[in-house]
Every structure is written in C-alpha cells, then in structure tokens.
C-alpha cells in the first residue's frame, strides 16, 4: 500500500519485484498513473507471497476493503505511517 504525504490517499497494487515497483511510483516513472497523480510514494505497508496468484487474490480483497479496514490493516504493522521503502 502506498499513500501520499498526508496519507490522504491509499493505494494497492501487486508485483512481482517491489523495490523497484516503489522506485517507478518515487519516480513517477509513469506519468498519467494514478500514484503520479495523487503523489503516492510512500509505502506503509506490504505483504510478500510465494505465488503471484494468492498475492492477486490478496490485492482483490484489499481493494474490496472499506478505507477504515485498510487503515486498521497499516496502523497494525506501522502505527506512524512510516516511509517502509527503507526497510525492504
């Protein structure tokens, strides 16, 4: 999950190599993708999979989530909302 500086904004995605994943998005390597527009370069959270199939299913049921779950999900792991990028 990426959000913006004000955490205003959540977004999911999955991907098979997530350091560079989160590089494009800092970059805003694609200009006209939602992250560029809504300035989401900062990850709060993630989960890793062995199988890109569970990880989609994964990504599907968060993005089905009410913001107040994702939100519960991030303050869980990373109550500060802290930049995680750093760490992986």
């Known amino acids: 999950m990426m959000t913006n500086a004000r955490n205003t904004v959540i977004y999911i995605g999955v991907t098979t190599h997530l350091t560079q994943r989160v590089h494009q998005h800092k970059t805003k390597k694609y200009k ?3 992250t560029a527009r809504y300035n989401c ?3 709060v959270y993630f989960e890793r ?4 199939v569970d990880a989609i299913a994964r990504e599907k049921q968060l993005k089905a989530g009410n913001r107040k779950a994702k939100e519960a999900l991030i303050n869980k792991v ?9 760490t992986i």
């Open 49 to 52: 999979f062995s199988s890109i």
């Open 32 to 34: 006209r993708s939602f």
């Open 41 to 43: 370069d900062k990850l």
């Open 78 to 86: 990373n109550p500060n909302w802290d930049d995680l990028s750093e």
